[in-house]
């Protein structure tokens, strides 16, 4: 009987969470995720397209200093939800980082990646 309930229940909350992920547009989605993200302690940083984060350099850096993953969503070709999901959710995790911090961490960890890979200069 009760395990009955309880594979109801989890039916239930799986659709619910299906509903709201197939629903709800992708700002919003992306504030959500930040927010449990940030609940459960395991903030990452997105990116997408080609970006500093796409060498070692700069996501090892971010791991290893401040234990920020970082995840790519998607390559060259993004579309625009993605970019909105990706852009809201990265805007909440840097302002809990700066909160938590006192400072950008990503724009330090980026600053440090591109002296360490082009001495300096910005490449090319």
Known sequence: MWRRRLKRRRILIASIFLFLF??????PLG?????IDLLLNRPRYLTYGLTIFGSSS????LLTKYGI?????A?????????M???TYNS???????????????????EQ????????????
């Open 113 to 124: 990646a591109r002296l360490k890979t082009t001495n300096g200069a910005w490449p090319r």
């Open 58 to 61: 700069g996501s090892r850096l």
């Open 85 to 87: 999901y990706a852009k």
């Open 92 to 110: 909440i995790i840097k302002q809990a980082l700066a909160r938590q911090y006192g400072h950008d961490v990503i724009h330090e960890c980026v």
């Open 31 to 35: 504030y959500i995720q930040a927010h």
């Open 69 to 73: 993953r970082t995840d790519e969503v």
């Open 22 to 27: 197939l629903v709800i547009p992708s700002p």
């Open 75 to 83: 390559g060259c070709t993004v579309d625009e939800g993605t970019q």
